[in-house]
């Protein structure tokens, strides 16, 4: 299996900072793309963030606020959020697309989420 482990959440003043960390444990033989998404209540799932052997992804509404960077050798992805808006306020869920040992198909990972909540 597959495990990802999250941190990093809490409470924040708007224009503040929290960085989330997501590590990722197992049965990896490879990782495809590694990355956060949100959720705010009553609205659907979002991409944050992205990264792959070609670069990065951001949603527009964290371009230039949110940096997203990834540990290879300990596969694990980190995202540096500054300027934080009440907007922000979502549970933050990191995504692995993974391979395990002894197969040949890739699937989506899915961490426990952690609540980023920013205040006005």
């Known amino acids: 299996q597959v495990q990802l482990v999250e941190s990093g959440g809490g409470l924040v003043q708007a224009g503040g900072s929290l960085r989330l960390s997501c590590a990722a444990s197992?049965?990896?033989?490879?990782?495809?793309?590694i990355g956060w998404y949100r959720q705010a209540p009553g609205k659907q799932r979002e991409l944050v963030a992205v990264v792959s052997s070609g670069g990065t992804n951001y949603a527009d509404s964290v371009k230039g606020r949110f940096t997203i960077s990834r540990d290879n050798p300990k596969n694990t992805v980190y995202l540096q959020m500054n300027s934080l808006k009440p907007e922000d306020t979502a549970v933050y869920y990191c995504?692995?697309?993974?391979?395990?040992?002894?197969?040949?198909?890739?699937?989506?990972?899915w961490g426990q989420g952690t609540q980023v909540t920013v205040s006005s």
């Open positions: 995504n692995v697309r993974a391979m395990r040992v002894y197969t040949d198909f890739w699937r989506d990972y």
């Open positions: 197992g049965s990896i033989f490879s990782i495809n793309t």
